[in-house]
């Protein structure tokens, strides 16, 4: 930074190379860089890819002494392995249990895929950091030091929301909504919900007219494990139940969007949410 030279970071390079003019001008930078200069370029790709998102360009940056370098982002278990990683890179001691603790306060073992993982790593590597500051003599950081000093940032899941409440897990959903509902309108909520209410009560009604679970993935157009996850979640309900679920939710959304001049608030929603799961959703 206070050197004579700099380093330019490119994201979404790739769309830069599709058109000729565009193309040659990139490409044609790579030449001019002065020595003491850098160009990094980042490219991101779905889980899984294993080849640039742009051959052209990858093997440019190669052709001019460049280097082309993978990095996965860890997801659930390696989140930990992960973080042992830093640590060492960072000349800090961890004691056993850690690099677990760590990893489990920001969200790294939420196995969901509809969850926010894109700050994770970076959250983890400025904790661990911050950890470090605590022990300057080279002592390890212990799991007490994690729980002390870290804060939960457990990112929250509509999936395993609505599944905790399809399986009238009552404490499982409430713990799923506090970190949903900070983020998540009401209204959004209220959809999702009343969406796999609607779809429990299509499965029960299927099921009990002697359709199987693997029916479903034809007549629902459902995928096999989402047929068999409803099936298992209908078959936790009475008829009566679900009903008196949906009439509820109808509730619940007039009073979170002020029907008949009453007026709504976050606490008078959350308090709301709370109820209805507790005597709608929870098993007499």
Known sequence: MFGGGSLAIVRGAGALVRGGEQREQLLGAFETLAPGNGLAIVEETDSGVKDPPSKVLAEAIRAAGGDVRRFDAPRQ?????????????????????????????????VREGD???????????????????????????????????VPEVVPGSMWAFVDAVGMRQRVRALELLERLIEDKPAPVLLAVLHRRLRELIEVQDRLERGESPGSLVRSMRLQPFRAETLARQARAWT????????????????LVKGVG????????????????????????
Do not use: C, N, Y
């Open 239 to 254: 008829g009566p139940e679900l009903d008196a679920a949906l009439d509820g939710l109808v509730e619940l959304d007039a």
């Open 77 to 109: 278990d390696a989140l930990a392995a992960w973080i042992e990683l830093r640590a060492r890179e960072r000349r800090i001691a961890l004691s056993g249990g850690v690099a677990r603790e760590l990893a489990t306060r920001v969200g790294g073992f």
């Open 261 to 284: 001049g009453r007026a709504s608030t976050d606490a008078r929603d959350r308090l709301a949410f709370d109820l209805w799961i507790t005597d709608r959703v929870a098993p007499a």
């Open 115 to 149: 969850v926010e993982r894109q700050q994770q790593g970076r959250i983890a590597v400025m904790e661990l950091e911050k950890l470090a500051l605590r022990h300057a003599d080279d002592e390890p950081v212990t799991v007490d030091d994690v729980r002390e000093l």
